[in-house]
């Protein structure tokens, strides 16, 4: 998602065949509704009330489908080169998330230790 170029959908030709490749990656469902997003309401259950927990998980659902409804004037709005673009802040973003979810599980466990 990060580096430049084409890199699904592009079109290779072996002799005088073009031959069409298309990747799909949902990147999209994990997120929502992995397990990551389980173990989190798992674990935010033991501190915030459950209606609290499922009215969220409500909004989500909610401002998801509007989203996936409007997708394709999104993505007229942003053209080809706003979709690259945004797609390479997305992909920046997650990096940095997966980064900052690594810190935060070696320092936890640095701590767990006495001294």
């Known amino acids: 998602m990060v580096r430049s170029g084409k890199q699904f959908g592009e079109q290779y030709i072996k002799g005088d065949k073009p031959l069409i490749s298309y990747s799909l990656v949902p990147l999209a469902l994990p997120s929502l509704s ?22 969220s ?12 409804l409007g997708a394709n004037k999104i993505i007229r ?19 940095a998330i997966s980064v900052q979810f690594i810190i935060d599980g070696i320092s936890l466990w640095i701590s767990s230790y006495p001294l």
């Open 34 to 55: 992995g397990p990551g997003a389980i173990t989190y309401s798992i674990v935010k259950m033991q501190t915030t009330d459950w209606w609290l927990i499922l009215l």
């Open 57 to 68: 998980i409500l909004l989500v659902m909610v401002l998801v489908f509007i989203l996936l």
């Open 77 to 95: 709005f942003f053209g080809e080169k706003g979709m690259d673009a945004l797609t390479r802040i997305m992909g920046l973003l997650i990096a």
